[in-house]
């Protein structure tokens, strides 16, 4: 039996903090292109349904309630899309942040959460393309992150299907399902 990790890292990072891929190869990106197809039916199943009452639920106090979570997790996932997408293609490309507070503070945060998944479907099946497409030696390039600094395209692969597994699991811990 496992137990919930009550650490104040483990609560706000459920599946643990974000691992480079195992091997740099056709294969690790066959497995991300499936995790990924993966969490985003897993959006799709958990957020099917709910009430207001639930998508306002936090996983722990302070935190991005679950639509939240959804319309962030949609918005990053075609934002790295869009990085990856222009790290292929232009030399030394500085990515762009974006303060994910003050994005959640637009009017399409308060779109039904269908929204949300409407996006990250359309998004990811653009990742799990490119993904499955993609000559893996491509992914020597780098980009610069101006917090992270300079990181080649494969810690940004592994960045962002840990990020959208990431916030599923906290969307999923606060409705009580999982750890």
């Known amino acids: 039996m496992t137990s919930t990790p009550t650490t104040p890292d483990a609560m706000r990072f459920p599946i643990g903090p974000i691992q480079d891929l195992p091997t740099r190869d056709a294969a690790a ?4 292109a499936a995790r990924m197809e993966g969490a985003a039916r897993e959006w799709r199943d958990l957020l ?4 207001d009452s ?3 639920r936090t996983y722990r106090p302070g935190a991005w309630t679950v639509r939240q979570l ?3 997790a949609a918005d ?3 934002h790295g899309l869009n990085r990856l997408r222009y790290g292929l293609t232009t030399e030394e490309y500085v990515i762009q942040p974006f303060d994910q507070d003050a994005w959640l503070s637009l009017p399409g945060a308060a779109l039904p959460v269908e929204a949300a998944l409407a996006l990250m479907d359309a998004t990811n099946a653009r990742w799990v393309a490119l993904l499955r497409g993609l000559d893996p ?4 390039r780098h980009v610069t992150h101006p917090q992270e600094g300079r990181q080649d395209l494969w810690r940004l692969v592994a960045k962002h299907d840990w990020h959208l597994r990431h916030h599923l699991a906290q969307a999923q811990r606060a409705l009580g399902i999982g750890a």
């Open 54 to 56: 639930a998508l306002a």
């Open 76 to 78: 990053a996932h075609a």
């Open 29 to 32: 990106l066959a497995v991300v």
């Open 48 to 51: 099917g349904g709910l009430d």
């Open 137 to 140: 030696v491509r992914l020597a």
């Open 70 to 72: 959804a319309h962030h």
